[in-house]
C-alpha cells in the first residue's frame, strides 16, 4: 500500500486554443496564485498559428508552468491526454483556459476528496459572461455518490473544469476517449461503471465563462443526441467504442433523431413567436415529438439537481 502524502503534488492540466489572451492571463495566474502551492501546471498550446499563446505563458515566469506546443490542432481530446501522460502529480486537476479559480479551490478539493475518501470531485460554479459579469451566483450539482450516480442519466453532473481526480483513474481508463464534445460525459459514466467514488464539494469553486456565440446551433443538437445515446448505453458503457460511436453518428437513425429534433426546435419557435392558426397548429403538433417529453423531463431533473 502506497503511503499517504499530507502534501500530494496535483498535476492541472490545460489546454489552449482559442481564447483571448486576457482571459489566458487570468485563468493561468488563478492557478498561480492559489493557497494550495505543491502544483506543476501542465499547459498545451493547441494552436502552433497563434503565437501570442507562447507568450502570455512565458510571461508567466513560474517554474511550476510546463509548456507543450503541439505541431498541429489536434483538438481538446488529444491535447489533455498528452498533458495526463506528462502528469507527474497523485491527483490531476482540469481547468480550461477562460475560466476562473477561485483561490482555495484546489485546497478545498483534494481535503473533500481525501476525507470522503472519493476518487473524482468537482464543484459548484458561479456563471460569468464575455466580460467577466457574474451573470449567476451559484450553479449547484448533486453532491453524494448516490445522488450523482442517478442523475447522471440525465447529463453529467459534474462540471468539466473544476474535476480533481485521483491519477490512478486517469491512467485505469486510458484518458479520455475520442467523443465529439462529450469527452468528459463519456468519462465519468467509464468512472462509475468501474466502481470508482463521484462527487461534488457544495461550494463554488470556479467562474465559468459562458459566450453568447457559444455552440453552433447543428453542433449542439449532435452533442445532445450523443449524450442522450451515452445515456441510454450507460450500463454497457465499456462495449461501446470510439468506432460504434463513431458508426452512430453516421446512421440514419442518429439522421431521424436529428430531423425530429430540429422539427421540434422549430415548433417551439412558432409558439414563442406566432399567432393564429400558425401557433394553434404547432401547439396540437408538439406533444407527438418525442423531444417534447424528453425536454420537460430534462427540465424537471436539472431542477431537481440543483436542489437537492
Not at 48 to 58: E, Q, S, W
Not at 191 to 202: E, L, T, W
Not at 249 to 274: C, D, M, V
Request: hydrophobic share 35%; with cysteine.
Amino acid at each position: 500500500m502506497k503511503k499517504k502524502s499530507n502534501n500530494p503534488k496535483i498535476s492541472v492540466i490545460m489546454s489552449v486554443y482559442n481564447e483571448t489572451l486576457d482571459e489566458l492571463s487570468s485563468s493561468i495566474n488563478s492557478i498561480i496564485k492559489q493557497t494550495y502551492q505543491n502544483i506543476e501546471f501542465i499547459i498545451v498550446d493547441d494552436n502552433p498559428k497563434n503565437k501570442n499563446i507562447k507568450t502570455v505563458v512565458h510571461k508567466i515566469k513560474d517554474p511550476r508552468i510546463k509548456f507543450i506546443e503541439n505541431k498541429k490542432n489536434v483538438g481538446l481530446v488529444q491535447s489533455l491526454n498528452k498533458a495526463i501522460s506528462q502528469a507527474t502529480g497523485c491527483f490531476i486537476a482540469r481547468m480550461d483556459a477562460d475560466d476562473i479559480s477561485k483561490r482555495n479551490r484546489l485546497e478545498d478539493e483534494l481535503h473533500y476528496i481525501e476525507r470522503n475518501k472519493l476518487d473524482v470531485v468537482g464543484s459548484f460554479l458561479e456563471i460569468i459572461d464575455e466580460n467577466g459579469v457574474v451573470r449567476k451566483k451559484n450553479m449547484n450539482f448533486p453532491t453524494t455518490v448516490s445522488h450523482v450516480k442517478f442523475f447522471m442519466r440525465w447529463g453529467s453532473c459534474l462540471a468539466h473544469p473544476t474535476w480533481l481526480v485521483r491519477r490512478e483513474v486517469y491512467q485505469k481508463l486510458n484518458g479520455y476517449r475520442n467523443i465529439p464534445s462529450c469527452e468528459d460525459y463519456d468519462f465519468i459514466l467509464r468512472a462509475i461503471a468501474h466502481g470508482y467514488k463521484v462527487g461534488n464539494i457544495p461550494k463554488v469553486e470556479l467562474s465559468y465563462r459562458i459566450r453568447q456565440s457559444g455552440v453552433s446551433k447543428s453542433h449542439e443538437s449532435q452533442q445532445f443526441l450523443l449524450r442522450d445515446y451515452l445515456a441510454r448505453n450507460r450500463k454497457r458503457i465499456d462495449l461501446l467504442t470510439e468506432e460504434s460511436i463513431a458508426k452512430f453518428l453516421e446512421s440514419r437513425e442518429f439522421q431521424k433523431q436529428l430531423k425530429q429534433l430540429s422539427h421540434y426546435k422549430k415548433l417551439k419557435q412558432i409558439i414563442k413567436k406566432e399567432s393564429g392558426i400558425k401557433k394553434i397548429k404547432a401547439v396540437a403538433e408538439i406533444p407527438g415529438n418525442r423531444f417534447f417529453w424528453r425536454d420537460i423531463v430534462e427540465k424537471i431533473t436539472l431542477i431537481l439537481r440543483e436542489h437537492i
